[in-house]
């Protein structure tokens, strides 16, 4: 692999996506953990998978919106990562919170529903993770995109596990759900974003704006 296939903003995909592993790392090596650190470590985890996921449902809008195509072509490495993180939180929670204990985890399950929604959302992230790679898009087909539609039913649950695990209700805003309500509030752009009309009205401001500022600029001599 070329130089020239590292764009500035491939590059800063991939430190973007490897700096909370990088951090956690770093933070072990240096002790820097705080006093509970399986809490610190599933809640930097769990973020890190919230926030890359985001990242990579926020390619299509930005496409949409302002005509940049380059991060399409990023969202896929950013989903992977997503899926990542996602597997450690899981780990970090079944193997290391619960040792591995059957009885421990089911009983953890029933009693939180946090738990719910982030298996449900973890779960339906799997078969998304592998088929991402251009050999299964080519054998589903059609049915490669329908699959991979179920993001928009993985986002959503993703938040309410965040919203719950801060002992919070995001659909009363009541309790510590500043943060998780601010991913739902942006979920909430990025799916009006799929709306036909959105895109037409982002399609046609676009096409007004490039006008107004070809009009302006000074004609070559």
Known sequence: MTMKKFTPLKILVYLVALFPLTKLIFDYLTNNFSPNPIQDLEQRTGFAAL???FLSLS???LNIL???REPIRHRRILGLYAFFYASLHVLVFVGIDYEFSWILTQNAFLENRFIWAGSAAFILLIPLALTSFG???AQLGKNWRRLHYLVYLIAPLAVIHF???RKGDI???QGDVLLPATYGFFLI???L???KVIRKKALALRTKFRRKRYQKSPLPR
């Open 51 to 53: 926030s890359l996921l």
């Open 59 to 61: 390619s299509r809008p």
């Open 66 to 68: 302002f005509g940049w």
């Open 135 to 137: 050999y299964w898009k």
């Open 163 to 165: 919203a719950w695990a």
């Open 171 to 173: 659909f009363s805003l």
């Open 189 to 191: 752009l990025l799916f």
């Open 193 to 195: 974003t799929r709306f």
